[in-house]
């Protein structure tokens, strides 16, 4: 599994006109020990329990192929961090679950049509998919990284040390119009996927990747990359361009379903039990 990741799948806004500083950004953590967690609960801003006898059954939706995020195991039943997660979240809540596999684009639709209750998909809350949906608190992010080869690693990634430099990144994606925005004096180089983007690296026809954290987590710890490659600098987690996290989607006014999950989210990170479930995920950081 930690050979090939694929990228993240989210319904994406157009890259704004007017783009913000570029100064990488790092979020909240927990540390239990030498894998930093991402942690976007305050303890201190606890949130009211809800009344949670009103949720007695939940249909979660998820897609069906972008591991180790949602899968198919190995007894034909899904699998993945999603899906443990929200089994978590039914024990917490008390309430019954279902878990259904759909195709990552036609769960929208779904939710729309009442086959599901709740999208646990690693779906990017977006301008796009507030249209649509409500969400819960963010769970986690997908942040941006760069990666260099190992013998070129450096420390920060700011515009002026860059530039000159070759900087591959996804042809039409936010990490390429991020590049454009802001890092003007590097040498863009856009690919058609990730496949070709990291062989360049691989190869050293570019000095440096941008893309998504968590799939670049993957590769360079697994055997395509061929132990050639690290992260440079810190994540970039601006949310004009890479979202404002990922998020558990209900429908247009569920506000009942939406405060018994953000309550489950919480109890769950506050007992330590999101922790366990990322590590066990997550043996490589992608912060």
């Keep these: 599994m930690l050979s090939a990741a694929p990228s993240a799948p989210s319904l ?70 999603n899906v443990e997660l929200a089994r978590m979240l039914c024990e917490e809540i008390k309430a019954t679950c279902t878990v259904q596999m759909r195709r990552f684009e ?19 809350v977006t301008a796009q998919t507030r249209a649509r949906l409500d969400f819960t608190d963010p769970y986690y992010r997908a942040p941006a990284r760069f990666a260099s080869r190992k013998d070129g690693v450096l420390i920060e990634m700011r515009p002026e040390l860059l530039e000159g430099k070759k900087v591959g990144a996804i042809a039409g994606s936010s990490h390429e119009a991020y590049l454009k925005a802001l890092f003007t004096d590097a040498e863009l180089r856009p690919y058609a996927n990730d496949d070709a983007l990291r062989a360049a690296l691989r190869r050293g026809e570019v000095d440096f990747i941008f893309g998504d954290a968590i799939s670049l987590a993957f590769w360079i710890n697994g055997t395509d990359s061929e132990n050639c490659c690290a992260f440079s600098g810190g994540p970039f987690i601006e949310s004009r361009y890479f979202g404002e996290g990922i ?38 950081s992608p912060f």
């Design 106 to 124: 036609t769960l929208l639709d779904a939710i729309a049509s009442n086959r599901g209750d709740a999208i646990i998909a690693s779906l990017a």
């Design 12 to 81: 994406a806004q157009n890259a704004p006109a007017t783009p913000p500083a570029a100064q990488p950004a790092t979020p909240p953590v927990v540390q239990p020990g030498p894998q930093a967690v991402p942690g976007f609960w305050d303890p201190r801003r606890r949130p009211e329990r809800p009344d949670l006898a009103k949720v007695t059954v939940i249909r979660f939706l998820t897609e069906t192929d972008y591991p180790p995020f949602n899968f198919t195991g190995p007894d034909g039943n899904p699998a993945g961090f």
């Design 247 to 284: 998020g558990i989607g209900v429908r247009k006014g569920n506000d009942v379903l939406r405060q018994a999950l953000n309550w489950g989210l919480f109890r769950l990170w506050e007992k330590g039990r999101f922790t366990d479930l990322w590590l066990k995920y997550f043996s490589v």
